[in-house]
């Protein structure tokens, strides 16, 4: 049970106390000095200012107070929100989060994860902007990125408030490209100078709008006749279920 110890410092009372924190996933020990209130006509002696260290100090001697985190943002991304993505998200998803990360990690500068707030995360990509001038997607991806792992970190306790990313005015970024689509006449003259198997596989792609990865994972015996069973996705070495 603490107490804590009230003392003066400069025009302020103040209260000296120990609160547990996590370093590195590992519980320790921290000294913590707390203003309670100013050396005043109402606040003349320690003894006035023991009800504001007994509210400060009750979630810790009730023992409700979770272990602070003290990991950077990049500390948690790295050591837990990276992990927990690759082994719960597919292969492909958790290359573009790494690919987001590449981007992200630089403009961090250190951020403590318990400190971050709405202005950090917008500083953060208002960087990444000013650094380079890159697609409205790979802004939005980043931002999408940050919010997962502000979810992941409020789910395990390791961040105390509301998502900081919620907020967060994504920078505009360039216009997409206008992208071309072949007509079935470009598409008839591929096919003419195409031999088997590509010539089958050109046609596949262009008559039936499958993704990459479920084009890949078709099997002779997904076709009927009349239709394909699409029923699995492949992305380099991995199979699994499509989306």
């Given at each position: 049970?603490?107490?804590?110890?009230?003392?003066?410092?400069?025009?302020?009372?103040?209260?000296?106390?120990?609160?547990?924190?996590?370093?590195?996933?590992?519980?320790?020990?921290?000294?913590?000095?707390?203003?309670?209130?100013?050396?005043?006509?109402?606040?003349?002696?320690?003894?006035?200012?023991?009800?504001?260290?007994?509210?400060?100090?009750?979630?810790?001697?009730?023992?409700?107070?979770?272990?602070?985190?003290?990991?950077?943002?990049?500390?948690?991304?790295?050591?837990?929100?990276?992990?927990?993505?690759?082994?719960?998200?597919?292969?492909?998803?958790?290359?573009?989060?790494?690919?987001?990360?590449?981007?992200?990690?630089?403009?961090?500068?250190?951020?403590?994860?318990?400190?971050?707030?709405?202005?950090?995360?917008?500083?953060?990509?208002?960087?990444l902007a000013a650094d380079k001038m890159r697609a409205r997607t790979t802004f939005a991806n980043c931002r999408n990125f940050l919010s997962g792992a502000f979810r992941y970190a409020i789910r395990t306790d390791a961040?105390?408030?509301?998502?900081?990313?919620?907020?967060?005015?994504?920078?505009?970024?360039?216009?997409?490209?206008?992208?071309?689509?072949?007509?079935?006449?470009?598409?008839?003259?591929?096919?003419?100078?195409?031999?088997?198997?590509?010539?089958?596989?050109?046609?596949?792609?262009?008559?039936?709008?499958?993704?990459?990865?479920?084009?890949?994972?078709?099997?002779?015996?997904?076709?009927?006749?009349?239709?394909?069973?699409?029923?699995?996705?492949?992305?380099?070495?991995?199979?699994?279920?499509t989306k």
């Open positions: 049970m603490q107490k804590g110890w009230i003392f003066q410092r400069g025009k302020s009372w103040v209260v000296k106390y120990y609160e547990t924190v996590l370093v590195g996933g590992q519980p320790r020990k921290r000294r913590v000095l707390k203003r309670l209130a100013p050396v005043c006509r109402e606040y003349q002696t320690p003894t006035s200012v023991e009800h504001l260290a007994a509210e400060i100090l009750a979630p810790i001697n009730s023992k409700t107070a979770r272990p602070a985190m003290t990991d950077t943002l990049a500390q948690f991304i790295e050591g837990y929100y990276l992990p927990h993505c690759k082994a719960e998200l597919r292969p492909s998803t958790y290359q573009s989060y790494q690919t987001a990360w590449g981007l992200l990690q630089t403009h961090i500068n250190g951020l403590r994860l318990r400190n971050v707030r709405t202005s950090d995360v917008e500083g953060i990509l208002r960087a961040y105390a408030d509301v998502n900081p990313v919620r907020e967060v005015k994504t920078p505009k970024g360039l216009r997409p490209q206008h992208q071309h689509a072949y007509t079935l006449d470009e598409l008839t003259a591929m096919l003419g100078v195409v031999d088997e198997p590509a010539r089958t596989v050109l046609l596949t792609f262009a008559l039936t709008g499958l993704r990459h990865c479920e084009v890949r994972g078709l099997r002779w015996e997904d076709f009927d006749g009349d239709q394909f069973n699409v029923s699995r996705s492949v992305w380099g070495k991995w199979i699994g279920e």
